[in-house]
Structures are given as C-alpha cells and as structure tokens.
C-alpha cells in the first residue's frame, strides 16, 4: 500500500521535470495506475480486517479516485 501510494506522487514530480512530451504522458500513466492500485489495496483493506476505520479507509479511496480522475484528465488534455 504505501509503495503504490507513494508512486503516485513520485512519479508525478518525476513528470514535472519530464524529458520530453512522451516521457510526461509515461510518468502521468504511470501515476495513474499507482492510484489504482492503491485502490485496490485500501478496498482489501476494507474487506479483510473489521478493526479498520472505515470511515477514513472510504475517504482514502475517494481520495485517490480523484486523483485518477485529474491524472486522467491532464492526460486526455494532452492527447
């Protein structure tokens, strides 16, 4: 979880000091897909362990969806 959460900003930063044109649309994908995977990890959290804050674990996952959403959106912007 913390290593595909962690992506998600690394890699955007890495995008901002991108190389070229390819190298920003590659980081950016690559974001996205941390975020989703993060999602995927957060909701198995969800699922699999009853002691969980469900509440905050909810409004992570919403979180990191729209972070998908504005990657996505910069992406398609740039296409």
């Given amino acids: 979880m913390v290593r595909s959460s962690g992506s998600i900003g690394?890699?955007?930063?890495d995008?901002?000091?991108k190389v070229?044109?390819?190298?920003?649309?590659y980081r950016l994908k690559i974001s996205r897909k941390e975020a989703k995977e993060?999602?995927?990890w957060m909701r198995l959290i969800l699922n699999s362990n009853e002691n969980i804050d469900r509440e905050e674990n909810n409004r992570?996952?919403?979180e990191a969806l729209e972070l998908?959403?504005?990657?996505?959106?910069?992406l398609n912007k740039l296409s």
Avoid: C, H, Q, T
């Fill in 10 to 13: 690394a890699n955007y930063i």
């Fill in 15 to 17: 995008a901002n000091e």
């Fill in 20 to 25: 070229g044109e390819k190298d920003l649309k």
């Fill in 38 to 40: 993060s999602i995927y």
């Fill in 60 to 62: 992570l996952i919403n």
């Fill in 68 to 74: 998908r959403k504005i990657l996505s959106a910069i």
